[in-house]
């Protein structure tokens, strides 16, 4: 990037985690971390820590509005990262304003799974992400068991599974879909790259550690970085990957909670 044109402008409109590893907070870390200046839009308050969610307080959607319509009446988005989304009416609020007013690039990570297992929307909310946010969305990024939900079918487990994945993922209407392979079993972290064009596999080697609060936010935040900055989304895709697994290996420089804790957004400041 071209050190003397301004920093791209990058949204995120998702939920706020205390504990600073995922959500708005992992999302606005990633953002200053790769050269963008980060916004937000707050959907959810959450009591949450290391060790789980304990509580959920939403954003009413006319407030949520509220937000999108004033900040973009006054700052120009190169690019917007969605996140949790539990409803149809916040669903509809937020692609009425980035229809209205769309920026070059939309990623969507469809949360909707917790690490545990448990779903942590119910089916109008799935329906609400499938029917209205992924079809709005240039790049949509689920795990396996968010995809499974996503599709109402088994989550795959080998990547002949998820290569078999493909076509019907393609089906939901988003320009591209990075279907990420993190529950796989083994040394290997593959990623697969969907798109109108090719399938296409990112690699990755597993890094050994248990701090991987806010991964998820953190990948899909460190790729709208990167397309904001103006590479291709293959290019921001890799790059992202490799970025995240650096900031995973230099996790264990923290000591933040008692449970899964979060990568270190800024090793790369010393």
């Keep these: 990037m071209?050190?003397?044109?301004?920093l791209p402008n990058v949204?995120?409109?998702?939920?706020?985690?205390?504990?600073?590893?995922?959500?708005?907070?992992?999302?606005?870390?990633?953002?200053?971390?790769?050269?963008?200046?980060?916004?937000?839009?707050?959907?959810?308050?959450?009591?949450?820590?290391?060790?789980?969610?304990?509580g959920v307080h939403p954003v009413p959607a006319e407030f949520i509005a509220a937000q999108l319509e004033t900040l973009l009446d006054d700052v120009r988005i190169d690019a917007v990262k969605v996140g949790m989304v539990a409803s149809r009416e916040v669903a509809e609020v937020i692609r009425e304003a980035l229809t209205r007013r769309r920026p070059r690039w939309v990623v969507l990570d469809p949360v909707m799974v917790a690490k545990s297992g448990d779903i942590l929307v119910d089916d109008a909310g799935i329906r609400a992400v499938r029917?209205?946010?992924?079809?709005?969305?240039?790049?949509?990024?689920?795990?396996?068991?968010e995809a499974a939900v996503l599709l109402d079918a088994p989550a795959p487990g080998s990547r002949a599974g998820m290569a078999a994945m493909a076509p019907a993922l393609r089906g939901l209407g988003a320009g591209a879909t990075l279907l990420k392979g993190g529950h796989l079993s083994g040394a290997e972290c593959p990623d697969l790259l969907i798109t109108a064009e090719s399938v296409a596999w990112i690699e990755g080697a597993r890094v050994d550690t248990g701090n991987l609060h806010g991964t998820g936010c953190t990948l899909s935040s460190a790729i709208t970085a990167h397309l904001a900055r103006g590479d291709t989304l293959?290019?921001?895709?890799?790059?992202?990957?490799?970025?995240?697994?650096?900031?995973?290996?230099?996790?264990q420089r923290l000591d933040v909670g008692q449970g899964h804790g979060p990568v270190h957004h800024f090793h790369a400041w010393g």
């Design 2 to 6: 071209n050190d003397s044109r301004p």
């Design 11 to 54: 949204l995120t409109i998702a939920g706020s985690d205390p504990s600073g590893g995922a959500g708005i907070q992992a999302d606005l870390k990633t953002f200053s971390a790769l050269g963008a200046y980060g916004t937000s839009v707050i959907t959810a308050l959450t009591a949450q820590n290391t060790r789980g969610v304990r």
């Design 131 to 145: 029917e209205v946010l992924v079809p709005l969305a240039d790049l949509i990024t689920p795990n396996l068991p």
């Design 234 to 251: 293959a290019e921001a895709v890799a790059a992202a990957k490799a970025w995240l697994g650096e900031a995973l290996a230099a996790s």
